[in-house]
């Protein structure tokens, strides 16, 4: 297996392409893999000194084996018996556990203690200035929030398991989580915050849900950004007083769905409010669609409910886009959002917008991470404490900093152009790992926007 040292000296015409690519400092994979290892190095280890396995070690193999975009433990593991040396050297592993080795030294860890990783790569791309592209609405960042299920069996379950009873009778053992991304309209890269998971707590009876979630996630999220100017994006199950208080008493903005069918006396308030000539309403032309426009209807200061009517009221904004076809007008989409925002006809485009982009969440974050080769909702192991939630937790770190990358670094961006697709971008990067004695991740994607040399089979072997 030839030394990468030597293939780049064999490529010193690509060379010049190379240096060309202006890397940012702390914003690329390597400054981030050792940013992170250097915040897995201050989790408290729960075993005895004398321990053969550092446990920054067992943390960092995790996070290899999630990055690398590995099936199963399985796999990791024949990495680290057949080509270890790569992970030496991207992930600067000293002592690589086997896959009974890291689930026993993962569950006992808690996933409070991996909630650092995900604010130093946010906090460098503060330091880099990466986040006023993503605002919106006068400086806020949106943060789109949504639940989805992590695992989900009939027959393979442990204690953190919630239960359903399904109508034909069977059980059903599942974990979910709640999570949040920051999302813009404009972009199709995502940062990804820790998530919550939604599993039996510790000494509960009844099943975890996602309202009980909700308050643990804002609760972190705003310990561990304070000042940061957030607008909280998400479904119409949100929607309710409850959740809006909740959301009212960690100073954050919010645009909520809200649906006739759910909200009956919201809507009810509006139409008689529009019939007294309250409502505002405006149509613009598409840019791009001469058959296309977009309607808006919207009113400030409304009643959420009948139960909140003296002190709860809410800002609707409702939208419609309109086709124009050989039939005459339709209405092709319709949305609906209540928010703490002051509405007016020179922000309702914008707000629409962001209210529209909390599908980022679905598309550009469960979808990816479920069939883009992250492989959420793949069983790495239940263990007995908090195994689950650890290898979910890391697999969303590992995506964070694979979105840093195409938001942030030329050379990653050219190897995902070059291979057209993640999948094939993740398969070019384990070969390059069996291929090569790679000292960092740089010297991978070199490989693979370069090119390596092909090298003929000795005729011994033919």
């Given amino acids: 297996m030839p030394a990468c040292n030597k293939i780049i000296k064999r490529h010193q015409k690509s060379e010049k392409t190379f240096r060309n690519l202006k890397m940012r400092a702390h914003l690329n994979a390597d400054a981030m893999l050792s940013a992170i290892r250097k ?78 990783p995900f604010r130093t790569v946010f906090h460098q791309l503060q330091r880099g200035k990466m986040l006023p592209r993503m605002t919106c609405l006068n400086g806020h960042l949106i943060l789109a929030v949504d639940g989805t299920r992590s695992y989900s069996s009939e027959t393979i379950f442990s204690d953190q398991c919630l239960v359903k009873k399904k109508r034909n009778g069977v059980i059903e053992y599942h974990q979910q989580m709640l999570a949040g991304a920051f999302v813009h309209p404009d972009h199709k890269e995502v940062i990804p915050v820790c998530p919550e998971m939604i599993r039996m707590q510790d000494g509960a009876t009844k099943n975890d849900c996602e309202r009980n979630a909700s308050k643990r996630f804002l609760t972190h999220l705003r310990r561990e950004h304070p000042h940061l100017k957030i607008i909280i994006v998400e479904d119409g199950l949100s929607s309710n007083a409850p959740h809006i208080r909740e959301l009212q008493s960690h100073d954050l903005r919010y645009i909520l769905g809200a649906k006739p069918d759910d909200h009956t006396f919201l809507f009810d308030c509006v139409d008689e409010k529009d019939m007294q000539g309250q409502g505002k309403h405006f149509i613009v032309d598409d840019p791009k669609d001469q058959n296309k426009k977009h309607r808006f209807r919207f009113i400030n200061d409304v009643p959420l409910n009948k139960a909140s009517q003296d002190d709860l009221w809410v800002n609707f904004l409702e939208y419609q886009e309109i086709v124009y076809d050989e039939e005459g007008p339709r209405i092709s989409k319709r949305f609906s959002w209540v928010t703490d925002m002051l509405i007016t006809r020179e922000n309702a485009w914008e707000m629409m917008r962001c209210g529209r982009s909390r599908w980022r969440i679905e598309n550009e974050t469960f979808n990816t991470l479920k069939n883009q080769g992250y492989n959420l909702e793949h069983n790495y192991g239940l263990g007995k404490k908090h195994l689950s939630s650890v290898f979910t937790t890391m697999m969303m770190l590992a995506f964070l900093v694979d979105q840093v990358q195409q938001m942030c670094c030329p050379l990653y961006q050219a190897a995902r152009a070059k291979m057209g697709c993640k999948r094939l971008l993740w398969e070019r990067i384990r070969n390059y790992f069996h291929r090569y004695i790679a000292p960092s991740m740089k010297v991978i994607l070199h490989l693979i926007v370069n090119g390596a040399e092909k090298q003929m089979i000795p005729d011994a072997f033919t």
């Avoid at 396995?53 to 199963?72: T, Y």
């Avoid at 896959?99 to 991996?114: N, P, T």
């Fill in 39 to 116: 915040d897995f190095a201050k989790i408290p280890d729960h075993r005895a000194r004398n321990a053969s396995i550092p446990l920054d070690d067992a943390l960092m193999s995790c996070f290899a084996m999630f990055s690398l975009k590995d099936a199963s433990l399985l796999d990791f593991d024949k990495r680290r018996l057949d080509e270890p040396e790569s992970l030496h050297g991207v992930f600067g592993v000293r002592v690589i556990p086997c896959d009974s080795q890291m689930r026993a030294l993962l569950d006992e860890i808690a996933v409070e203690f991996l909630r650092r």
